[in-house]
């Protein structure tokens, strides 16, 4: 079935790819889906031992990566957690972004697939914009909210989802058990490619945003109405246009990413144990 057909349902091909996803993995459910977004990749390895790997874009509805060479791997990561107990994350290899024009089913198809291999929640993480000076790249925070600037949904037809508590309180929990500095922050999507302009991140200031970014609320909102439960974090890589009184130097934020990485990552992993 093919995604791009509107007579196609989307969920009919996110339960072909999760059946795909367990004859390919050998693993028949999954618990926990995560998305690693920039900054985030080195987690995987650190959640427990990969059991299977297979290629995203020879997973139903996955499409090839936009950069070729860039052929990206799901896996499916065994986890033993101190209780004894197993739980399977489902890591999805890639994400589709709004701006990649590839529409929106395609941005929602990696968490409903998740949903349909049986994961219960799912993490969402990012790499993002900060609109708080005190904010530097690095910064790492959890969201409590989002604001869906992008104008387009996931949802299709008269899905009235409920989105109170879309980023489960639980499981901010969880995170701060494990972290007690980390701050809660909200975060707003823009369909992007462009980064926002100086008077549109002062915009999202004001509309109650902490966090400007090109990804994550359109997921959330699919994973949410999956009745998935959802903790998203992001890495605040730079600071958002304006809010600097200098441009900032790419270095620094390419630096701010690779610093980062080993803490989030070992962040990650033991949020994900708990
Ligand atoms: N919209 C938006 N997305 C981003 N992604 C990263 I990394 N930094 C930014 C940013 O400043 N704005």
Redesign the pocket.
Known sequence: PDLDDPTTDPFDVAAAAAEYIAAKTGVSGHDVALVLG?GWGGAAELIGDVVAEIPTADIPGFVKPAVEGHRSTTRSIRIERPDGAVRHALVLGSRTHLYEGRGVRRVAHGVRTAAAAGCETVILTN???SVHIGWRPGQVVLLKDHLNLTGQTPLEGAKFADMTNIYTPRLREIARSVDPDLPEGVYAQ?H?PQ??TPAEVKMASLLGADL???STAVEAVAARHSRMDVLGISLA??L??GISPTPLAHEEVLEAGRQAGPRISDLLAKIVKQ
Do not use: P
């Open positions: 920039s790499g993002c914009g823009f992007g980064y926002e400007v970014g090109m890589t730079n958002a246009a």
